[in-house]
């Protein structure tokens, strides 16, 4: 195979959610054939440029299997399997594109201090991951203080916050007020998610932005910065 058919097959199986020889996703006829990861196996010793395979294998893709999903073309699986086979791809590329100079944004995600839900940052987790950003998940029952401490350590771009129990909501306002007094706040952009919050809370709070569900969480990094290419890094 050329490099261009290469391309085109890791985005045909990351629509597929054909991850790998093993796991043919939603699509029965792929059982047996090459996933992403035998694919990018291939991409990477044909040293196909890692920012090549971004754009045109795994951003492309992602992107129309996320309209098929809002238009109701494809259920919440198939958008999961799609996000699982990106971030696999990414975890190959991650070495590859650090040589090249490639930084990833990073992404704090945390169920706050007095709330133990944590399906919803999970999902969040694999829509980032499959989005290109380099997520770092604390769980659930998080303390402000530990979710600075990391963000600040980490120089992470955003932290997602997320509350389904009303008296956690609380824990939210308390990591905002601390990142505040640990004169980073301008330099992270808070997202809330949960069903103990809402997009008034979020503007009550001083909170960047409300995320009503983990299938939004792309579109919504979107509307809040310049997105520059894929995982928010200029790949240009």
């Known amino acids: 195979m050329n490099n261009q058919e290469i391309l085109d097959k890791i985005a045909y199986n990351v629509s597929r959610g054909n991850i790998n020889v093993e796991y043919p996703g939603h699509n ?3 059982e047996g054939q090459p996933g992403v990861v035998e694919l990018m196996r291939t991409a990477l010793d044909q040293k196909i440029d890692p920012k090549k395979i971004i754009v045109k294998a795994l951003s492309k893709p992602m992107e129309e299997v996320t309209e098929k999903f809002e238009s ?3 259920l919440a699986p198939h958008i999961l399997i799609s996000a699982k086979c990106v971030g696999d791809a990414m975890d190959m590329l991650a070495p590859h594109l650090k040589k ?3 930084k990833q944004a990073k992404f704090v995600i945390a169920t706050v201090k007095g709330d133990l839900h944590e399906t919803g940052p999970l999902f969040v987790g694999m829509m980032l991951k499959g989005g290109g950003l380099e997520t770092i998940n604390l769980g659930y029952d998080v303390s402000a203080s530990q979710i600075v401490k990391t963000v600040k350590n980490q120089k992470a771009a955003y932290v997602g916050l997320s509350a389904s129990f009303t ?3 609380g824990e939210i306002k308390r990591v905002i007020s601390t990142l505040k007094a640990n004169g980073i706040r301008d330099e ?3 997202l809330i998610g949960g069903s103990a919050t809402s ?3 979020a503007e009550q709070i001083g909170a960047d932005a ?3 569900s983990a299938f939004q969480i792309i579109d919504v990094l979107k509307s809040l ?4 290419g894929f995982a928010g890094t200029n790949l240009n």
């Open 199 to 201: 997009a008034q809370f």
């Open 225 to 228: 910065d310049n997105w520059s």
């Open 72 to 74: 109701d073309t494809y």
């Open 28 to 30: 029965h006829r792929l």
């Open 167 to 169: 008296p956690a909501k």
């Open 100 to 102: 090249a100079g490639v």
């Open 188 to 190: 992270v952009k808070v």
């Open 210 to 212: 409300y995320c009503k």
